[in-house]
């Protein structure tokens, strides 16, 4: 059986975007996010409070934020206590943070050993939810490392089971560089859920080996029914070698209102914010659905 409902959460303005090497105009951005809420996407991660030094993408964070907070649930990830007082120098109210699993790509990513990561996270969720904030955190390599292979699958249920007692109200585990199989999805989501039941389990895929539909379907049956998705298939991560975009969420979106569960999202509303944003893009746009809507 399958939900009725599923959740896409938006991480196009911010995973989509934070690859593009090319500065892209912070009013580009706030369009961007402005048209993807108008095409029924409520939950987005709309930047990210990191050092300009490593991502300078998402050097508009803060403008971004002052402009994007009227409607819907809007998610900022922060690295480390600099990102999280410049998050508190604003209004925003949800906040992600991230570790990855696997020492390596942790220490490319963020500069530090996931220990040394959970150490000094640890203490800033507690104080995030005194705050009456929403934490999201987001588990990288919770299938394969670019730098290790394959990742235990137990410690991914560790490391998440820490952050739920840590207080956080979602995870979002990612398969960060679009290699995990259907089965080892199924098997990971399954236990996720059966384990750690009172937090807000989300999927986040990339879709580098195109499997990320085959994916979610998996992780469906498992009982998943929240996915973080990109506009126009848009991101990656600059930290991992070869990673290319999320799951489209136009893909997804079309995919399970097909199989009869709804998203609330509105496609041509959809195709209008990705054909909005694609002139600051170094890439093209190759989601199934998009390209079709074009050549239709
Ligand atoms: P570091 O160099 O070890 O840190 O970087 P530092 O404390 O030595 O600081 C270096 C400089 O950055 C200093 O500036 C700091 O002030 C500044 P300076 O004194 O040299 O002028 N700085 C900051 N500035 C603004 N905001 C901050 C901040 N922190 C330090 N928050 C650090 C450590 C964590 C900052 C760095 O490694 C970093 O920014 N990493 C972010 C990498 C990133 O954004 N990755 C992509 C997002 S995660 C992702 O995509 C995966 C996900 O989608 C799930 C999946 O698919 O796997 C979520
Ligand atoms: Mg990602």
Same mark, same amino acid.
């Given at each position: 059986?399958?939900?009725?409902?599923?959740?896409?959460?938006?991480?196009?303005?911010?995973?989509?975007?934070?690859?593009?090497?090319?500065?892209?105009?912070?009013?580009?951005? =706030?369009?961007?996010?402005?048209?993807?809420?108008?095409?029924?996407?409520?939950?987005?991660?709309?930047?990210?409070?990191?050092?300009?030094?490593?991502?300078?993408?998402?050097?508009?964070?803060?403008?971004?934020?002052?402009?994007?907070?009227?409607?819907?649930?809007?998610?900022?990830l922060a690295p480390n206590?600099?990102?999280?007082?410049?998050?508190?120098?604003?209004?925003?109210?949800?906040?992600?943070?991230?570790?990855?699993?696997?020492?390596?790509?942790?220490?490319?990513?963020?500069?530090?050993? =996931?220990?040394?990561?959970?150490?000094?996270?640890?203490?800033?969720i507690s104080m995030l939810k005194e705050r009456n904030f929403f934490v999201r955190a987001c588990i990288s390599t919770s299938f394969y490392c670019p730098y290790e292979g394959k990742v235990d699958e137990q410690a991914v249920l560790d490391l998440c089971e820490e952050f739920a007692f840590a207080g956080v109200d979602e995870l979002s585990v990612a398969d960060t560089i679009g290699m995990a199989a259907p089965t080892e999805a199924y098997s990971l989501f399954s236990k996720l859920l059966n384990e750690l039941p009172d937090v807000l389990m989300t999927a986040h895929f990339h879709d580098t080996r195109k499997m990320a539909l085959a994916n979610i379907y998996a992780a469906l049956q498992?009982?998943?029914?929240?996915?973080?998705?990109?506009?126009?298939?848009?991101?990656?991560?600059?930290?991992?070698?070869?990673?290319?975009?999320?799951?489209?969420?136009?893909?997804?979106?079309?995919?399970?209102?097909?199989?009869g569960i709804s998203t609330g999202v509105n496609l041509p509303l959809l195709v209008d914010a990705i054909d909005g944003i694609t002139p600051f893009l170094s890439r093209t746009i190759d989601s199934g659905y998009y390209r079709l809507a074009k050549t239709e």
């Open positions: 059986t399958y939900p009725k409902k599923a959740t896409l959460i938006e991480v196009g303005p911010r995973d989509g975007l934070q690859n593009e090497k090319t500065f892209i105009p912070t009013e580009a951005k =706030t369009t961007f996010i402005r048209k993807l809420k108008a095409a029924g996407l409520k939950e987005m991660e709309l930047t990210s409070f990191v050092s300009p030094k490593w991502v300078p993408q998402m050097k508009d964070a803060a403008d971004i934020v002052s402009s994007c907070l009227d409607d819907g649930h809007n998610i900022v206590q600099k990102g999280i007082d410049r998050v508190l120098g604003t209004k925003c109210q949800a906040v992600a943070v991230f570790v990855g699993v696997s020492d390596s790509f942790n220490k490319k990513n963020i500069n530090k050993t =996931t220990r040394e990561s959970m150490d000094e996270l640890k203490p800033i498992a009982g998943i029914s929240r996915f973080d998705t990109s506009a126009g298939g848009l991101g990656g991560c600059p930290f991992a070698p070869g990673a290319t975009g999320n799951v489209a969420t136009e893909d997804v979106a079309y995919m399970l209102e097909r199989m």
